[in-house]
């Protein structure tokens, strides 16, 4: 449904830019690489080398692509499928890649170094922030810990010594709090906040110790472990600086002794202890204060999560450090340091396929360097127009604060299924090795031996003559890492947008809005890395299929929809009918214009399916309107003599097809469909095609009033079929097929393209729409009355309606006469006679008199009829029967004849022209 709802959307815009004239290059795409595909390709497999994971996963890739490629056309999705589509495994993308890889290097937005990042465990291979999901209900297991301070900076000493006897030979501790005890023995340093207060204080029941905690949480410290604490000083973090302590995992030969208390801007004093555990190797923060301060990056955990060799406490080498029992050791060995362990609920990250927790941990890594690109990528941003703009504007200012605090991309993955680093690696150093020359020759690689050279060409046959110059083969190692599938899917512009002359930036990007932290901006730092610019103007953010309890679909909840079975129908037809494609697309677009998510449900899809087949019922009966007819029966030169009715109608259908224009403009596709239905609904089906079927049945073929009448139809029909034709394509392709009117044989969309179908300037008639909005509210008052009378076919009644002036003029224009039986009045009002004069009057009215087909006045009696409240009109209505007075014509339904049995007077007439 996700690939629904993005597809859909997608040819929802295509289709409209091509009805508004455009010429457009709609190039859709495959992210082919990447471990979630490398999983399911290796599934039950063991001892796979690398290049036997690729083929399998090449054609996993392949299989799911050809199965969606057809979905995608199976739901009408506007594409050249056959030679207009991109995919990241196909060896122009993959050289066009390496190429601009190398570009960033040589600009210096690529390099490699050791730094703390998000680790899987259970996939062996570094992640992305994208990559991964967060779980709220996450339990760790938290530890306060003690750190004995053994050196007092002088500021230190100051506040001691002011104490006097108070702290006479009495140790002091810093207290922390972590909820990764598994961190300690990586711990390098403390760090403090210079602005925050802190206390010096002693804890109940241990009066030969002191503890330095900070001054805003030692209160709620003291409540969660239940011991009271003594404040004997307070002193503000500057202090801190320049003292020494020693942590728990210190060993005998003295290591992590005299560690330093260092200032950090990460530090707050909202929980913990206002101390903060630092290690390098397993933090970002940790990592900056490292580095400011050279401390050391020791990681003693593997690529599998577990513990290594190098750790002194060798009770703990190869315990995975996520497990229970290895938090229950580490506790077990802080011993008298522990002050207070509890269980823990936090959001924490997992890998977003294999759903376990993940870990930070440092590794050497390929890098984009972001903060050099960061300023130039905030610019680009801000000039971008982010749809639809109800939360738009809030989610791409998400996405500029994401890119302002983030430190850095991590690009290497430690996989066998991507695009190979075009490194190599001196053997004695490490040292990387890469250049232009380099890329250049592994790109003939690609050309002569595939796209899987890196695994499958000896070293080499891979060093360029510029490498082989200065080093021996035995001097080098090939490099096993990848590139990140957001490199791979964020430098796609630089393949798309070239392939179609050479522009830099595409008009629109259009995806979920997850893509804030995915291919936009992996998309928006390579281009502006390499061009300067951002590579779209907009971007066009939906949101997810959710079930009807708004829980995301997922095959673990048993709550996934297949599309298939919504437009096809499921095994079994009755739990699971077929709603057929246009429900499915009609359920996207009414949807969509805001990037909220989107429910899925059968009553839905009911709802989507009766809404579409209104629509062809209405689309129908137009047709049905027009079946014989050519377009010479109703051309028209001048739009003066038609009637009002029709003039009503065109000024409404202008004005549709202008507020329809603005909401696709605007990517409103929701506000679409309701301007659709309301307007066929409504305007069109129940009150145009309601009161003009009299015109079409009972008129002569050749009469100026219902020429019009198929004239407006064919406008209705055409306007109408354009502003639904993106949404609904097939639907209107069908009306297009059985249109009686030849139109060429090319289909609906190049015809309504070419010939820029869009309401004439002409159909601007003010003056009309006041005299029928006017006529259609005086319906309304005899409906009302009517049905008070238990009338319900208004064809058997009489109207006498007295107006003021204003309201009198209105009337009078589709009226002339003060009675008639067949004016456009009558028409609108659908009764069978209506006498019109001005000036409210009180009492009885003058009898009617013979009207123009000649109804004698002895036939009516003017003391029948209610008048009723229309004084906000400026009119009086009242109405009275004609059965008993006047008989209906067996023809045109109306009572105006004056014997029984026998046609009125305008239907003899037709008959006779016909005979």
Not at 330 to 359: E, M
Not at 603 to 623: I, N, Y
Not at 650 to 661: A, E, P
Request: aromatic content about 10%; overall charge negative; glycine content about 6%.
């Amino acid at each position: 449904m996700g690939h629904a709802i993005n597809k859909v959307l997608k040819d929802i815009t295509v289709r409209h830019k091509i009805l508004c004239g455009s010429k457009v290059h709609y190039v859709p795409g495959w992210d082919c690489h990447g471990l979630p595909i490398e999983l399911k390709a290796v599934s039950g497999s063991e001892n796979l080398d690398s290049s036997a994971i690729r083929v399998k996963a090449r054609n996993f890739a392949k299989n799911a692509i050809s199965v969606q490629m057809e979905a995608f056309k199976s739901w009408g999705i506007t594409a050249d499928w056959e030679n207009g589509c991109y995919f990241t495994y196909n060896p122009d993308y993959i050289k066009a890649q390496l190429r601009l890889f190398c570009s960033m290097h040589e600009k210096g937005y690529v390099y490699r170094d050791l730094k703390p990042v998000y680790w899987s465990p259970s996939s062996r291979t570094a992640l992305a922030e994208a990559e991964l999901e967060y779980d709220d209900k996450y339990v760790s297991t938290t530890a306060t810990v003690k750190m004995k301070v053994t050196e007092l900076s002088s500021g230190l000493s100051d506040v001691m010594s002011k104490l006097a006897g108070t702290t006479k030979g009495k140790a002091v501790f810093a207290l922390i709090w972590t909820t990764t005890p598994w961190t300690l023995p990586s711990n390098r340093a403390i760090c403090f906040s210079p602005k925050l207060e802190y206390v010096l204080a002693k804890l109940d029941g241990d009066e030969d110790c002191l503890y330095i905690i900070g001054k805003d949480v030692y209160q709620e410290f003291s409540d969660k472990i239940g011991r009271h604490l003594e404040v004997l000083s307070t002193f503000i973090g500057d202090v801190l600086h320049g003292a020494k302590y020693s942590s728990p995992f210190s060993d005998e030969s003295g290591n992590a002794v005299g560690l330093p208390f260092l200032p950090g801007n990460h530090v707050t004093g909202e929980k913990g202890t206002g101390l903060v555990h630092t290690a390098p190797a397993h933090g970002p923060d940790d990592f900056v204060v490292a580095l400011a301060y050279g401390l050391p990056l020791d990681c003693f955990v593997n690529e599998e999560g577990c513990f290594t060799s190098d750790l002194n406490h060798l009770s703990l080498k190869g315990l995975p450090v996520l497990s229970k029992e290895t938090t229950m050791k580490i506790i077990s060995l802080l011993g008298d340091n522990l002050i207070h362990t509890a269980p823990f609920t936090h959001s924490y990250p997992c890998d977003w396929r294999t759903k376990k927790p993940v870990i930070l941990r440092a590794s050497q890594q390929w890098f984009v360097a972001t903060d050099k690109l960061k300023t130039l990528a905030l610019e680009q941003l801000s000039k971008v127009m982010v749809v639809p703009e109800r939360g738009g504007d809030l989610k791409s200012s998400a996405m500029a604060g994401m890119l302002q605090r983030r430190p850095y991309w991590c690009i290497s993955r430690q996989r066998a299924w991507g695009v190979p680093l075009p490194v190599l690696y001196n053997s004695q150093d490490g040292h990387p090795i890469t250049s232009r020359e380099f890329v250049e020759h592994l790109c003939s690689c690609i050309d002569q031996c595939g796209t899987d050279f890196w695994w499958t060409l000896p070293l080499n046959e891979l060093i360029s003559s510029d490498i082989s110059s200065k080093y021996s083969v035995s001097e080098l190692k090939k490099g096993q890492d990848i590139m990140d599938i957001w490199f791979d899917s964020g430098v796609s512009w630089s393949s798309v947008l070239e392939s179609h002359g050479n522009a830099k930036v595409a008009d629109l990007y259009l995806e979920g809005v997850d893509q804030f932290t995915g291919w936009f901006q992996s998309s928006l730092m390579t281009s502006c890395a390499i061009q300067g610019v951002s590579p779209y103007k907009k971007l066009y953010v939906h949101g997810f299929a959710v079930d009807q309890e708004g829980r995301k679909m997922s095959k673990s909840l048993g709550n996934v929809v297949d599309p298939e079975d919504i437009t096809c129908g499921g095994k079994d037809s009755k739990s699971k009918p077929a709603y057929g494609v246009d429900a499915l697309r009609w359920w996207v677009a009414s949807h969509s214009g805001t990037n909220n998510n989107m429910p899925v449900s059968s009553e839905l899809m009911v709802a989507s399916a009766e809404t579409v087949h209104k629509l062809r019922l209405v689309l129908r009966f137009l047709l049905g309107c027009l079946h014989g007819s050519s377009n010479n029966d109703y051309t028209c030169d001048s739009y003066d003599d038609i009637p009002h009715l029709d003039k009503y109608l065109l000024h409404l259908l202008c004005s549709f097809d202008s507020m329809v224009c603005k909401h696709y403009e605007a990517f409103q596709y929701n506000r679409v469909c309701s301007a659709i239905v309301n307007f066929v609904t409504n305007e069109v089906s129940a009150v145009y095609c309601h009161l003009v079927k009299d015109r079409l049945y009972c008129l002569p073929v050749e009469s100026n009033a219902r020429n019009s009448c198929l004239r407006t139809i064919s406008e209705i029909l055409d306007v109408v079929s354009k502003a639904t034709a993106p949404i609904l394509p097939h639907l209107i392709e069908e009306v297009y097929l059985h249109h009686p009117v030849p139109r060429g044989d090319s289909g609906f969309f190049r015809w309504a393209a070419l010939g820029q179908r869009s309401p004439s300037i002409q159909w601007h008639f003010p003056d009309a729409v006041e005299s029928v909005e006017l006529a259609l509210k005086v319906r309304q008052i005899i409906n009302q009355k009517a049905a008070s009378m238990g009338e319900g076919n208004s064809w058997k009644l009489g109207a006498r309606i007295n107006a003021n002036d204003e309201a009198f003029g209105r009337l009078k224009a589709l009226q002339p006469y003060e009675e008639s039986s067949d004016s456009e009045l009558v028409e609108i009002l659908q009764v069978s006679f209506v006498h019109i004069q001005n000036a409210l009057r009180e009492g009885k009215s003058d009898k009617v008199k013979d009207n123009c087909t000649g109804v004698p006045p002895s036939h009516l009696d003017s003391d029948v009829g209610q008048p009723i409240d229309a004084t906000l009109l400026n009119v009086s209505v009242e109405i009275f029967p004609l059965e008993g007075r006047l008989f209906k014509c067996d023809r045109c339904r109306r009572f105006t004849s004056y014997i029984d049995s026998e046609l009125c007077h305008r239907c003899s007439i037709v008959l006779k022209s016909m005979s």
